[in-house]
């Protein structure tokens, strides 16, 4: 019997692959039989993700994902060697926490380039019909938040950023379905990323107790996000799109 949650053969595109949840993301679905494409900023932790992948198919580049342009040609050079692409992770992210008096306009176009604009760009370029194969579609994987949904004091950015992420893959879903293309999100609350703990490193503990204490099942961890994208990128979540997979450990229980 085919195992329907086996990611094997097929073509996995990855942004923000050297870190955190990209990271884990890169390791699991690797696990999973993918070959991958990992895209980030820092070329030394591709270079030790690659060879930590099983042998397979997998290639990396070290690109910053605000050059929108230099996109088509990254992902015609994957294809011209691999075959089409049959799954999207956008992983990339930057967290911001700043009080909204203390907000400059520029803040915004920084973290909605990342968190938002380079999501969407890259899922355009993929979704072209050179790019997937008609019969067997694709399916796109966005990491949202929590926080597109429960507000945190000093997250106006952050959030308004997820929050475009949660509501964009919801019309993207409804405009790709024609093709056979799945969009949607995964929003996790607090994950134990080394960009959370550098964060947690600048608040005192009594509040990153607090924060633990509002989730029933603790903090996630990096691998908890990742399964759950090979669950969306796989066989198993062919009736699943347009839609948030909330993943927090109980926060939006209480």
């Known amino acids: 019997m085919i195992n329907p949650f086996s990611l094997q053969g097929k073509n996995i595109v990855i942004t923000g692959a050297s870190s955190g949840i990209g990271r884990s993301a890169s390791l699991v679905c690797a696990g999973a039989g993918a070959n991958l494409f990992m895209i980030a900023r820092n070329q030394e932790r591709l270079e030790e993700i690659f060879k930590n992948l099983p042998p397979l198919n997998h290639t990396y580049l070290s690109l910053d994902l605000v050059n929108y342009d230099l996109y088509e040609a990254a992902i015609n050079n994957f294809v011209s060697r691999n075959g089409k692409i049959d799954g999207f992770i956008h992983a990339a992210g930057v967290l911001s926490t700043v009080p909204l008096t ?8 920084t973290v909605f380039a990342i968190n938002v604009t ?3 760009e890259m ?27 429960y507000g ?15 509501s964009g893959v919801r019309s993207m879903a ?24 550098s964060f947690f490193s600048t608040i005192p503990e009594e509040s990153v107790q607090k924060m633990a204490e509002a989730h029933p099942l603790g903090f996630g961890m990096p691998e908890d996000v990742a399964n759950a994208c090979v669950y969306l990128l796989s066989d198993a979540g062919r009736w699943i799109t347009g839609t948030n997979l909330v993943l927090d450990g109980g926060y939006s229980v209480k």
């Open 102 to 109: 203390m907000i400059k306009p520029e803040l915004f176009e």
């Open 118 to 120: 380079a999501g969407f």
């Open 123 to 149: 899922a355009k370029v993929i979704a072209k019909k050179k790019f997937i194969d008609p019969e067997k579609g694709a399916s796109f994987v966005f990491i949202s938040s929590i926080r597109a949904f």
């Open 152 to 166: 945190l004091e000093g997250s106006v950015i952050y959030s308004a950023s997820k929050g475009a992420v949660s």
């Open 174 to 197: 409804l405009e790709l379905a024609p093709r056979k293309i799945r969009v949607n999100a995964v929003a996790p609350s607090i994950v134990r990323t080394e960009m959370i703990d």
